[in-house]
């Protein structure tokens, strides 16, 4: 069993309702539930991947960690210390140990700055270094994560994607964090520049003694990448296990039916295509009892009313299925 100190990050019943405004009188008309109800943990020196189609509301979970947006209810400690309410310095502290890799590397860097300072700036505005120890430290990140110390003068419209997404891990590892939320972080990139990728974020994990969160739609990232998978659906986390786990005894029909959609080259592997039918409901009015309930095609009477809870077996598998109950 785990030692809850040896958790680097434990969530407890975390909920993100947003509140839907009625257009004239600005009342609140209903939420959407964006994530709902979710509970677990990440050991020091795990990655634990969390996955699922699009609006899942697996990466409003990331920015809930970071403290991006405020959660509605539920815990989040990082090592150990309660920070879900953190303000200020306290909430400073918090993002010292706990940075984010964004899906578009684009995006999240700063167009007007050589790259450069991107990545020495936290030092210097943190306190952590004067601006001379900052350049250097920057350099040697720069060295660890494949870029040329040329390129630490270059903006950001002079790299490559891969590139952009290296000087993005290099500017999460200044600050020194215990662990790292990537979301989608590789999905913006070509397949063999992902792999380049990946095998550096699996490199950087052991030298640094970094735990991940890693987000994405894509099982074969995930299953490159992870100890650890959640399945979320509709802002819950359906089921939880460890990677071979999931890949060999999925237990949820929803995660079934996500395995079945992954090619396979072994024949004697591949699994019967399950095609669930219909869309994803709507968050904002999401299905009575299961949220699967209306797309599950092992879907019961009592599936339809009441909502199942999770279940942990023996070997640590979770999984929220009236099927087990
Ligand atoms: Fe399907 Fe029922 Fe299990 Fe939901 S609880 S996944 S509807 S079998």
């Given at each position: ?160 994607g891969g ?23 590789v999905s913006a990139l070509d397949v063999s520049i992902q792999a380049q990728i990946l ?19 894509n099982?074969a990232v995930?299953?490159h ?101």
């Amino acid at each position: 069993m785990t030692n809850a100190n040896q958790n680097v990050l434990e969530l407890d019943n975390i909920k993100m309702y947003f509140p839907i405004k009625s257009p004239f009188l600005k009342r609140t008309v209903g939420y959407v539930k964006a994530v709902d109800d979710i509970s677990l943990s990440i050991r020091k020196g795990e990655t634990l991947g969390i996955v699922g189609e699009s609006g899942c509301g697996k990466s409003t979970l990331g920015r809930v960690i970071m403290r991006i947006y405020n959660p509605t209810s539920g815990e989040i400690r990082i090592n150990g210390e309660d920070i879900t309410r953190a303000k200020g310095q306290e909430l400073k502290k918090v993002r010292k140990q706990c940075q984010m890799v964004f899906q578009d590397p684009f995006a999240s860097l700063n167009p007007t700055m050589r790259v450069g300072e991107i990545v020495s700036e936290p030092l210097w505005v943190n306190k952590i270094m004067d601006k001379k120890g900052a350049e250097s430290k920057a350099k040697e990140l720069f060295e660890r994560v494949g870029l040329r110390e040329s390129d630490f003068y270059k903006f950001p419209h002079e790299f490559s994607g891969g590139q952009k997404q290296r000087v993005g891990i290099a500017r999460a590892l200044a600050l020194n964090p215990n662990l790292i939320i990537a979301d989608e972080a590789v999905s913006a990139l070509d397949v063999s520049i992902q792999a380049q990728i990946l095998n550096l974020l699996n490199e950087l994990k052991a030298e640094y003694h970094l735990a991940y969160m890693f987000i994405t739609h894509n099982l074969a990232v995930v299953k490159h990448i992870s100890d650890r998978i959640g399945v979320m659906y509709l802002g819950h986390l359906v089921e939880l296990a460890d990677k071979k786990e999931i890949f060999d005894h999925p237990l949820h029909p929803y995660t079934e039916a996500l395995l079945s959609a992954v090619p396979v080259v072994d024949k004697r592997k591949r699994r019967e295509r399950i095609i669930l039918s219909g869309d994803t409901p709507n968050p904002a009015k999401p299905p009575s009892g299961c949220p699967f309930s209306n797309r599950c095609p092992k879907c019961m009477e009592i599936c339809k009313t009441a909502a199942p809870k999770k279940m942990v077996l023996e070997n640590g598998h979770q999984v929220a299925c009236h099927l087990y109950q």
